[in-house]
């Protein structure tokens, strides 16, 4: 069968036959599944990313895949797609600034009100595999051991059942807990097994509420929050899609509580007058009434 690259020259055996009305029925169901955006740029990264899941499904051509992903029988292939064309990447202690402003200012008041009966809720939105909710437990752990027998959860939520499934598990290969300082390693992780791989703690694992959440979607959750880490999640949305989303965090977060985002994510200026900034991609939200006037970019 003659084959087309996404220059529509042809290639070798190996290649799919793709056209550019693939890609653009490929973004529109991104779009509207994940709320990702996918300019024309991005139409190599589209053919590379989906071969994989061509060749898996022994389809030739992009047509296929995308009456496919389009039907309604196709759900599970959409959510592959979604995987396949997000990243996953994270890691223990990722921008670690963030975990400093937990350790320095949040964690201390958080500790005093579950000590006197209180509740405390933090989330991370977009957890993918697990690092960034793990490392919120063991920061909090660290200075209050007995944080399971309080009123203390921690919410970790993704829209992909493929990573959440491994954060659940929470087994990591040797690498990944390297940067981990000795002690941590010690107190929240098993021994290394036979194949290298460390597992966090059962009692750290059971502290932390695994949800599959699609952020685009209306969110099911009331709060209050006292933090939310949302980071390297929105990089994908179009401005609208950011923008309602800030929004919805602002509207489940408790007064004062801390919204904590990527490094290349920004509030939209509609948001950001609800929210102080506190350091690096760092927002604490105003109480109603002191919001501030509108800012611009
Ligand atoms: C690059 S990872 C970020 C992980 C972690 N927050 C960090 O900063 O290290 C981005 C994650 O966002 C998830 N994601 C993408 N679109 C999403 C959506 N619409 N709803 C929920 N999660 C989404 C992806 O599945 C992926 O696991």
């Known amino acids: ?21 693939d890609f653009r029925q490929i973004a529109a169901v991104a779009h509207r599944e994940a709320g990702i955006t996918m300019p024309d740029s991005k139409e ?63 964690r201390p008041k958080l500790a005093e009100r579950l000590r006197r009966g209180g509740r405390a809720r933090i989330w991370s ?8 909710a793990y490392s919120i437990a063991f920061s909090l752990l660290t200075a209050l051991p007995e944080a399971a027998r309080f009123n203390l959860k921690i919410l970790a939520t993704d829209v ?47 502290m932390i509420d ?9 969110l099911p959750m009331k709060g209050p929050f006292d933090v939310i880490f949302c980071r390297n999640v929105t990089i994908y949305f179009d401005p609208e899609t950011q923008d309602r989303l800030w929004e919805a965090f602002a ?22 007058p609800r929210f102080a900034t506190t350091g690096m991609t760092s927002y604490r939200l105003l109480p109603p009434g002191a919001a501030q006037p509108s800012r611009k970019g």
């Open 251 to 272: 509207n489940v977060m408790a007064p004062g509580s801390h919204l904590l985002i990527g490094h290349s994510e920004r509030l939209s200026p509609r948001v950001a």
């Open 125 to 132: 939105a977009g957890c993918s595999t697990g690092e960034e």
């Open 160 to 206: 992909d059942p493929e990573v959440l499934a491994l954060a659940k598990a929470g087994r990591y290969r040797r690498e990944a807990i390297q940067g981990l300082p000795e002690d941590m390693r010690r107190s929240f992780l098993d021994p290394e097994a036979p194949d290298g791989s460390n597992t966090v703690r059962e009692a750290v694992r059971q």
């Open 210 to 218: 695994f949800r599959q959440l699609n952020l685009i979607r209306p």
């Open 1 to 21: 069968m003659a084959t087309v690259a996404p220059n529509h020259q042809p290639l070798s055996d190996r290649d799919f036959l793709y056209t550019h009305e």
């Open 44 to 106: 190599m990264l589209v053919y590379s990313r989906l071969g994989k899941r061509l060749r898996a499904l022994g389809m030739t051509d992009f047509k296929s895949y995308c009456a496919l992903v389009a039907s309604e029988a196709g759900i599970e292939e959409r959510r592959k797609m979604i995987s396949a064309l997000t990243t996953n990447v994270t890691r223990f202690f990722r921008e670690d600034h963030h975990f400093r402003l937990l350790t320095a200012e949040v």
